[in-house]
Every structure is written in C-alpha cells, then in structure tokens.
C-alpha cells in the first residue's frame, strides 16, 4: 500500500456518487426552528432528496410544521408528515396537477434558515472541499462542525 493512501481500501463506503456536475457527495440536513442542525445523512451526489426524507423525518420530535424545497413533493412523504401530527410546507414542481391546500408562503420563506445551516457548514473547509476519502470520516467531520454550531447558539 502506498503511504498517502490515507487508508481508504476497497470495502469501505465513500458516498461519493457520479451526478451531472462530476463526482459529488451530498448532504441532506434536518433543522429546528431556529436553523440549527438536528440530524443529517450523506449520500452520493445521484441521491434524490426523496430517497432519505423518511429517515430524516423521523428524527424531527415535534413540530407543527415540516418546511421543505419541492425536492420533497411526493404523496407518501406529505402523509408521513401528517403522520407526525405536522402540516406540510412543500411547494409544488411545476407539472404538478394536485391542489396544495397547506402551503403558506410566509412560512416557507422561513426555509432559509436551512440554507443559512448549509452556509454555516461550508465555513468549515473541511466540509466544504470533502478532503476525506471515506463516509465514516466525512461525517464525522460534519457532526464536529454541527457541534461547533450549536455551541456558538448557547
């Protein structure tokens, strides 16, 4: 093995996945109502949204509402939301031909407090320029960086 491999062998997940902008890893972030991380989950950069709202979902304890970008528009994410006792706020896609009696514009203009969460995750080089090779490594580094936020909250 050469000695700046950096330990990363076969058989160990990366999460580094081929999308049209070249090989990309992506988080997906859950926040509270103040844009402070709550859980996240990294993935390769051909993952939709979709695939892992259900898991992030579940991490949200209680909330009256669950804001959202139209990367999460499908039926089965709205009700697992009304499941949780939460109102949707999830625009529409564009083709969409269904009502969306629950969306309320104010309420997702409050959805920048996510963006700003990403924001605040990129100062951090480390995340921001993916240096390590393998997932365990990167989210580590991600949860180290969500801790440093939360203790500039207190």
Request: charged share 25%; proline share 2%.
């Amino acid at each position: 093995m050469h000695q700046h491999a950096s330990g990363a062998r076969n058989g160990f997940e990366r999460a580094i996945g081929q999308s049209r902008g070249g090989r990309t890893t992506k988080i997906h972030l859950a926040t509270d109502a103040n844009g402070l991380p709550i859980d996240f989950k990294i993935t390769g950069g051909q993952v939709h949204d979709s695939q892992v709202a259900e898991q992030l979902i579940e991490t949200v304890e209680k909330a009256d509402y669950l804001i959202a970008d139209k990367g999460y528009d499908a039926e089965t994410i709205r009700i697992l939301i009304k499941n949780k006792n939460m109102i949707p706020i999830i625009p529409m896609r564009s083709n969409s031909k269904r009502l969306n009696k629950e969306f309320d514009k104010y309420l997702y203009r409050l959805r920048h407090l996510v963006e700003n969460a990403f924001a605040r995750l990129k100062h951090f080089r480390a995340i921001a320029t993916r240096f390590d090779k393998l997932a365990r490594n990167y989210q580590s580094m991600i949860y180290i960086a969500c801790m440093f936020i939360w203790c500039k909250a207190k």
